[in-house]
């Protein structure tokens, strides 16, 4: 695996480029690995299309008014562009709750469905062959995507949306926020859920896609062998 620091001035983190990595497992020890040197911070990756998540992150950070003036200045520390970043990407997120009514208004057709089902058999399968890591300071995993905010488009959840997501799964079933491209978003925990907590998973992923139980039952059903678990954050696929 090739692991490079990268320059990007947006990202207020610092940051890698991972490619060569060959399988999703050594992709995962990497983040692992990485994890566990730095709990002060959460490890943060890009997942499919990364060159279209960075495109509407710029667009999501202008049309969410999370740029400000300070971000261009030279002479700040990036830790403290961090903390400026995370405290009005919190400031604007707070009205959004995943409720019984889920969040946003986000629609899954069958097709999509069925590509889900399959990213979470096979995460290679969408996850690109080079992907960048950002070493967020702050071991609060859903705060992350305020250096990467992405869901920009209208049908899509909004980043504060995704950060209400990634909060609900973190409290309620302890999923520490993996990552996020241009249409999906990853969680990752220790462990595989337990039969009850898939059973109450498959409940939110049908409340927030409006699914039928059967299809948010197949949906839930892999995290009950496996302590990974990807979403679709758009109005379906972008890839």
Known sequence: ??????????????????????SFNALIETWAAYQAEHPDKSIFITLDEIDQAHYTSGHATDGYDLYQDSDDDEDMPVANKFIRRAALFQKLAHEAIFDDQGVGALKLYEEDVERLLQTNLDPMSAIDDHVMMMLVPTPNSPLALSVFPNGYFNGDLSPFENYAL???????????????????????????????????????????YHLSEENAARLAAF?????????????????
């Open 223 to 239: 995290v009950r062998t496996q302590p990974y678990l990807f979403l679709v954050y758009t109005d379906g696929f972008r890839m």
């Open 1 to 22: 695996m090739k692991i490079q620091s990268i320059d990007e001035d947006t990202i207020f983190c610092d940051k890698f480029m991972l490619s060569e990595f060959g």
């Open 166 to 208: 990634a909060k609900h799964l973190n409290q309620k079933y302890g999923y520490r926020l993996l990552g996020i491209g241009a249409s999906l978003i990853g969680f990752i925990r220790n462990d595989p859920l337990s039969e009850l907590d898939a059973q109450a998973l498959g409940r939110d992923i049908a409340v927030l």
